[in-house]
């Protein structure tokens, strides 16, 4: 059982370079989320999918795009790298309703280096 | 909005003591609690949670219980081991959106 699956998981990227992190479930969860992890910060969302075509923003959205492709994906693209970006970011997963009981499934990282 | 704060470390102990990392959050309605550890290298999964006031999560010998009159969800452990070494993070979630502390490292020395 796969779970969540990340690709790629390790990125270096220069200064303005583009590129898309992806993301697919096989546990038929409705909700999907991208965290960054940075060392101190916990973890921040990004952006999260609550149900297949819907997205919001999270905590830090800015610099980022996201797509839901279908119920099992859910993409992050970073359209111009810049330094802060260098984290590691992580997929996430879970089946919720309103009240937010379900437990978040996450994937195993990918490391992300802008130069 | 909704917020976590837990305690700051690193926090280094010996073999078999006791372990408490203390967790309040600010938070509108009912939300659900949640302990989540990252061993060294791994992406995070659940410890354990709670999804309503004076529940009682457990797991691996953890304990955790949901205080709303102090709006706190502290984590024990009584006697912990080396493998118990790793960071661990308070959650909580209201509606579709989880929000996470900044995590306490956690080493345990033989």
């Known amino acids: 059982n796969a779970g969540v699956t990340q690709t790629p998981k390790f990125q270096v990227l220069k200064t303005g370079q583009s590129m898309t992190l992806q993301c697919a479930q096989d546990?038929?969860?409705?909700?999907m989320y991208w965290y960054r992890q940075d060392p101190g910060m916990g973890l921040r969302l990004i952006y999260y999918s609550a149900s297949e075509g819907t997205t919001d923003k999270g905590e830090v959205p800015n610099g980022y795009n996201v797509s839901r492709l279908n119920k099992r994906e859910f993409s992050l693209r970073l359209e111009s790298a810049a330094p802060s970006q260098t984290s590691v970011y992580f997929c996430a997963s879970r089946q919720t309703s309103g009240r937010g009981t379900g437990e978040l499934f996450f994937g195993e990282g990918s490391r992300l280096t802008v130069l | 909005g909704n917020s976590v704060t837990q305690m700051e470390g690193p926090v280094t102990l010996s073999e078999e003591a006791f372990l408490t990392i203390n967790c309040t959050y600010t938070?509108?309605?009912?939300?659900?609690l949640f302990w989540y550890v990252q061993y060294p290298g791994e992406g995070l999964q659940l410890l354990l949670k709670a999804t309503k006031a004076d529940d009682k999560g457990s797991n691996k010998g953890f304990e955790a219980t949901y205080r709303k009159e102090t709006t706190s969800f502290h984590l024990e452990k009584g006697s912990v081991q080396v493998s118990d070494s790793a960071v661990y993070f308070c959650?909580?979630?209201?509606?579709?959106?989880?929000?996470f502390g900044a995590g306490t490292t956690v080493t345990v020395r033989a």
């Open positions: 546990m038929n969860h409705n909700s």
């Open positions: 959650a909580l979630s209201s509606g579709y959106k989880l929000s």
């Open positions: 938070a509108t309605g009912y939300p659900s």
